[in-house]
């Protein structure tokens, strides 16, 4: 039994049948047959070789879980013979879960308090939420400086107009200095010379400004 319904992410995909399982909501979908092109010899056809099903996680509906079984069509090209899946709007290739899911818990998983918390809305792992969490990070992180792995945050006495004590963050591991904090009164001053700190503890620290 065909329906002709709209779900949030499944647009343009046909749904043949909707089973409201104890705990869970089961779709069994496909798309419509249509005309492809062959990724080797871009040669347009439509002659279908093969099917199979593909279970993928979708986002909650209804507050139970939901499961798409997708029966996935590949087609043959006529012309080079070549074999290749057709197009669909709701799951990458290779993947088990589909684009709206994905897209939900790469926006949670930025304001979520704990991974192991946005794991259990969505029914997934924690690494499976991490790796999503992951991925979001280094695409916003890209043209900012990378931090050192390890930091250390160090305190020590100053004599200048900004207070009696000056904090000094450094590389961990090299003993790099990354920032200071800069008078607010003396932000024309150039930046004082890198020097050990008293006592000769290792720890870096920076000439007081003038």
Not at 194 to 207: A, C, D, L, S
Request: charged share 30%.
């Amino acid at each position: 039994m065909n329906r002709n319904i709209f779900l949030p992410g499944l647009k343009d995909v046909k749904i043949n049948k909707v089973e409201i399982c104890e705990h869970s909501i089961h779709l069994y979908v496909e798309m419509p047959v249509k005309p492809h092109r062959c990724p080797r010899c871009g040669t347009e056809g439509r002659k279908i070789h093969d099917y199979r099903i593909q279970k993928i996680r979708h986002f909650k509906w209804f507050e139970r879980p939901t499961v798409i079984f997708y029966r996935k069509r590949r087609y043959a090209c006529q012309t080079c013979g070549k074999r290749f899946a057709e197009e669909n709007p709701f799951v990458e290739r290779y993947q088990r879960f589909s684009k709206e899911w994905n897209q939900a818990v790469n926006v949670r998983s930025i304001h979520a308090k704990t991974f192991k918390d946005l794991a259990s809305q969505f029914g997934a792992s924690v690494s499976t939420v991490i790796r999503r969490f992951d991925a979001v990070a280094k695409k916003e992180l890209q043209g900012h400086p990378q931090l050192p792995k390890v930091i250390a945050i160090d305190e020590y006495k100053g004599d200048t107009r900004a207070g009696k004590y000056q904090v000094i963050i450094t590389d961990g591991q090299t003993g790099e200095p990354q920032d200071f904090a800069k008078p607010e009164e003396e932000d024309d001053q150039p930046l004082p010379e890198k020097v050990w700190g008293p006592g000769g503890n290792g720890h870096y620290g920076y000439e007081p400004f003038l």
